[in-house]
């Protein structure tokens, strides 16, 4: 299987437009478009796939981040967050356009994010890590950007998977979570392909 983008190459930055955040003084709002993602070459036995995008680079604790005057080192110890769970997606779908699935900023997230018919879409990290705020608090479905600490000295990765399934649909609702997607895909992963982009908020980090 391939997968790629007319957004950015694998192992390339992610633009701007397609982030959560983006540099300002020190992070701005960005626009938080869904990526343009094409994929082919899946198993002939293949009967639906599951999009995910993850960030294996997150902090592992948050003292240092986004704090003035202190830098999140880069050889803290790391752990994932997702940004993106998708299922159920129809075996004739091989392309989502570039912001068909998340073309701005949701507070308190989006409910109903757009997808192929029949598809179902998962909670996304946010969700957690707005929990308690006021104004941004709640469930974050679908897609939404790169948004890495701005004074972390790691360059953060973004890995876009696409997993080719060997049954027509997974038995998850709206709001599924990576663990019960990867207990619910276990053993019907026929083949992968993945597509990673790179963010930083740290003037001092290239991409």
Same mark, same amino acid.
């Given at each position: 299987?391939?997968?790629?983008?007319? +957004?950015?190459? +694998?192992?390339?930055?992610?633009?701007? &437009?397609?982030?959560?955040? =983006? %540099?300002?003084?020190?992070?701005? #709002?960005?626009?938080? %478009?869904?990526?343009?993602?094409? !994929?082919?070459?899946?198993?002939?036995?293949?009967?639906?796939?599951?999009?995910?995008?993850?960030?294996?680079?997150?902090? $592992?604790?948050?003292d240092d981040?986004?704090?003035?005057?202190?830098?999140?080192?880069?050889?803290?110890?790391?752990?994932?967050?997702?940004? !993106?769970?998708?299922?159920?997606?129809?075996v004739e779908?091989?392309?989502?356009?570039?912001? $068909?699935?998340?073309?701005? #900023?949701?507070? %308190?997230?989006?409910?109903?994010?757009?997808?192929?018919?029949?598809?179902?879409?998962g909670v996304?990290?946010?969700?957690?890590?707005?929990?308690?705020? /006021?104004?941004?608090?709640?469930?974050?479905?679908?897609?939404?950007?790169?948004?890495?600490?701005?004074?972390?000295?790691? #360059?953060?990765?973004?890995?876009?998977?696409?997993?080719?399934?060997?049954?027509?649909?997974?038995?998850?609702? =709206?709001?599924?979570?990576?663990?019960?997607? %990867?207990?619910?895909?276990?053993?019907?992963?026929?083949? &992968?392909?993945?597509?990673?982009?790179?963010?930083?908020?740290?003037? /001092?980090?290239?991409?």
């Open positions: 299987m391939h997968l790629r983008s007319d +957004n950015f190459a +694998n192992d390339q930055p992610i633009p701007a &437009e397609f982030a959560f955040g =983006k %540099r300002g003084d020190p992070v701005a #709002l960005s626009d938080n %478009r869904s990526p343009q993602l094409a !994929w082919k070459d899946a198993p002939p036995a293949t009967r639906s796939f599951v999009l995910t995008c993850i960030d294996p680079d997150v902090p $592992s604790r948050g981040v986004n704090q003035a005057d202190r830098t999140v080192p880069a050889d803290l110890p790391r752990v994932e967050f997702v940004h !993106w769970l998708m299922a159920n997606i129809p779908c091989g392309e989502l356009a570039a912001g $068909s699935c998340s073309d701005g #900023l949701t507070a %308190r997230g989006k409910h109903a994010p757009f997808g192929p018919p029949g598809s179902v879409q996304n990290d946010y969700t957690s890590w707005f929990a308690g705020d /006021a104004a941004m608090g709640g469930d974050y479905l679908g897609y939404d950007g790169p948004c890495p600490p701005w004074n972390d000295a790691l #360059l953060h990765h973004y890995h876009f998977k696409i997993h080719a399934l060997d049954v027509a649909a997974l038995p998850l609702v =709206k709001g599924f979570s990576l663990a019960e997607l %990867r207990t619910a895909m276990a053993g019907h992963v026929l083949a &992968e392909a993945e597509l990673v982009g790179t963010y930083s908020l740290n003037p /001092a980090v290239a991409g």
